[in-house]
């Protein structure tokens, strides 16, 4: 079965710095979806960014970036620049391709120190 | 468009009573999922809709949960009776059944989640 682990509970950032968030994740798959999420406070949970497998670029939107290593089975978030509205909890999330369900980490807490 | 909506926002039970969940999708998205997050741990995928059709209900925790979708509009999630460990937060999410076809992004767009507190 697959597995996303999300090693940091919490995570803090000055404002206007780039902070990393780390997503590990086991699968015996080939070709899957990658994907982090974003639920700010009492709000709906929305997709930052999404990296197909077969793809080695890394994506990217805006000040959102991906380091996908797929050998070592990694997908990390880095987000710059940080900015107050980047508060919320993150989730790391796999979808094996053909399938629906996704399959989601523990989620980090990011909070942004003005 | 509208986005999905979940009723209630927040639930608060006895044990051993009954809980109803309901999710709106967004209009014209055939698939609809129920997802679980319990404490502090991970979401959980619960199951999946086509249409009106179980597609995988491979999730679900036990026999006290069902779901349904009548219609294949909105979808309701019972849970009777209710148990302590039910306590989480119930997301909903919805997507197009063929968005490559259609042009459209190929993602579940989420609810904000009811939150269920069984006492």
């Known amino acids: 079965a697959q597995t996303v682990t999300q090693s940091q509970p919490e995570m803090s950032v000055q404002e206007a710095e780039t902070v990393t968030l780390s997503c590990t994740y086991d699968t015996s798959e080939s070709d899957y979806y990658l994907f982090w999420y974003k639920q700010p406070p009492s709000r709906q949970m929305i997709l930052v960014i999404r990296?197909?497998?077969?793809?080695?670029q890394n994506a990217t939107e805006n000040r959102f970036s991906v380091n996908f290593q797929k050998a070592a089975k990694s997908f990390s978030l880095k987000i710059s620049d940080s900015q107050l509205g980047d508060a919320a909890m993150y989730f790391c999330a796999y979808r094996r391709k053909g399938a629906q369900k996704l399959v989601f980490g523990q989620g980090t807490r990011l909070t942004i120190n003005p | 468009e509208a986005g999905v909506t979940q009723f209630p926002s927040h639930s608060v039970i006895e044990k051993g009573q009954t809980v109803t969940l309901r999710c709106d999708p967004i209009s014209g998205h055939d698939n609809l999922y129920w997802y679980r997050r319990v404490m502090g741990k991970e979401i959980k995928f619960l199951l999946h809709f086509v249409k009106e059709s179980k597609q995988d209900e491979s999730g679900m925790p036990n026999n006290r949960f069902l779901a349904e979708r009548t219609g294949g509009t909105y979808s309701t999630l019972k849970v009777q009776p209710a148990e302590l460990e039910d306590s989480g937060v119930y997301f909903c999410?919805?997507?197009?059944?063929?968005?490559?076809?259609?042009?459209?992004?190929?993602?579940?767009?989420f609810g904000p989640g009811t939150r269920l507190t069984v006492l």
């Open positions: 990296q197909e497998a077969y793809k080695q």
């Open positions: 999410a919805s997507s197009h059944l063929f968005p490559i076809q259609e042009g459209r992004r190929n993602e579940q767009f």
